[in-house]
């Protein structure tokens, strides 16, 4: 199986959080204050980056076309002045008829009752009634452009109720899955140790108390091994 593909099916049928997935990248990944607009949700695919300009929308919804099924799409904006990017309508479309997975806005969304209403899995920074324009604007800025695609095309990005994260293309591999299964069973023991031990948070979070005490039932004990490099950082061997 595709390491991608697998990634993907981990994160869902464990229901990996942002916060979770955010660790496993050394506390970084995410897309600074973009939050559901209709919260209880949790999607994950692969992004495809688009991108608008300049109080128009005009280049997006050309864009909106090559959209493939199971995509998260994620639209960054360049000088839009807290415009909303759309609405319901390419909402809908995205969503319903492109099968996106997911869409996330680096800017405002409009139509929020409509929006929640259908409960679409929209991430946006805000929301507003005031659209961008339907005509030819100048683009979004080809250099900034490349440097995106470069961060975040090829990707994984994780959404639910804490936010938007992206598993770069680059730390899709065997790493980076292990990484997510031992996110899993530190957060199973961590929890074992508050609720069944009543141990302070110190003990558990700082200073791993469960590592030099023998405590812990057969099943964690049998996942410690694992456990010996915290996750703090993203880089293998720091």
């Avoid at 949700?41 to 919804?61: C, I, M, Q």
């Avoid at 809908?92 to 929006?115: H, I, N, P």
């Avoid at 069944?196 to 791993?208: G, M, P």
Wanted: hydrophobic fraction near 40%.
């Amino acid at each position: 199986m595709d390491i991608t593909i697998e990634i993907i099916e981990f994160i869902r049928a464990n229901r990996v959080s942002t916060t979770e997935v955010a660790d496993a990248l050394g506390k970084s990944g995410v897309l600074a204050d973009i939050l559901p607009i209709t919260p209880g949700k949790l999607h994950v695919g692969r992004v495809r980056a688009l991108f608008t300009a300049n109080d128009s929308n005009y280049d997006l919804h050309e864009q909106c076309k090559h959209v493939e099924k199971g995509e998260v799409v994620i639209v960054f904006t360049h000088a839009c002045n807290e415009r909303a990017i759309f609405g319901d309508l390419v909402a809908r479309f995205l969503t319903l008829y492109k099968g996106a997975e997911a869409v996330v806005v680096d800017g405002k969304v409009r139509d929020v009752s409509r929006l929640r209403r259908e409960t679409y899995p929209i991430w946006a920074k805000g929301v507003t009634p005031l659209g961008c324009f339907n005509v030819s604007a100048e683009p979004f800025p080809p250099e900034k452009v490349a440097a995106i695609r470069k961060q975040v095309d090829g990707g994984i990005a994780v959404c639910d109720d804490g936010g938007v994260v992206v598993i770069p293309r680059d730390q899709l591999n065997e790493s980076m899955l292990a990484r997510l299964h031992q996110i899993e069973d530190q957060e199973d023991i961590w929890y074992y140790c508050l609720n069944a031990l009543k141990w302070d948070t110190k003990k558990i979070v700082c200073d791993k108390g469960y590592l030099a005490e023998d405590i812990l039932p057969q099943v964690f004990i049998e996942k410690l091994a694992k456990m010996k490099k915290p996750l703090d950082s993203k880089k293998e061997g720091e």
